[in-house]
């Protein structure tokens, strides 16, 4: 069993640290335009209200980072997803976790942020690891390993967790720390095939035994397809935390999932005193 590490992140003033022991980490999920047309059509326009609008409101609502990803196509997408953090470090204080598969768009703007960034992501493919990991360990940034190549995302966890394994070295040959790489063991629908909220899990278990290093996910994609996606998530995110999962990339704003995070973490002993639980109750049914 390795001892569970610690993944600190930051912007220019504040540090978070993410680590099994400690309170579940949220990276708000919402600045990213896939199926938001206004925000789309803002970002397009060089316009960043909304954005600036979903950042507060995320932090607002608990969410310690903020994931960014400003992939409109046919845009500059260097350029947009630069000018994005910067119209969101100026209204939060939260560390930023840089989501883009395009290779000059995280050079971009790992280039202009202040702080120690989250890159989202590298994967297992040999072309992403010569890519991606060198950008990491030139701006001394922290990474999360898609656990998917070549040929795409393995169905079996013991498959899944040798490209985890395969993702931790390379950054290590590089001198990038493992405390410094997050794995997302990926999860896909359970509308499609009933065990794939089950295979995340066992995947999740198994690189935590391994490794000890934080995980993440994309943890709405379990409900993808299917009503009242909310119960969903919040179920299978109560699971998820169980078996290791420590900073989700998720929907802040959804307060099923707020609450549920928040009794998750107070009944696996990450809240003492359930000074967070009460806090949040009183900030919740506090007269207007
Ligand atoms: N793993 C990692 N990164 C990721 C994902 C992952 N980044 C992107 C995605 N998956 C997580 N982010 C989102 C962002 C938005 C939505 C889902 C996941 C989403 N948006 C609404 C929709 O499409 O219907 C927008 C509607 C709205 O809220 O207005 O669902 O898995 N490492």
New binding site residues.
Partial sequence: MADNLTTTVSSKNQTVDINRALPTVVIG??I?P???RKLQAELEAHVFNTVQGDAVAQVEAGAKIL?V?AGVPDADEPKLIAETIRAVTAVTDAPICI?TANPEALAAALEIYEGKALV??VNGETRSLETVLPLVKEHGAAV?G?CMDDDGIPALPEKRLAVAEKIIQRAAKLGIATEDVVI?P??LTVSVESDAALLTLKTTELIVKEFGVNI???A??VSFGLPDRSAVNAAFMAIAIRAGLTCP?T?PLDPDLAVMILAADLALGKDEWGERWIAAYRSRNKPD
């Fill in positions: 999920e919402r990213n896939t199926g938001r994931d990803n989501d989202n992501s999360i898609l997302d990926l999860v993440t996910m994309g709405s994609n990339i929907n």
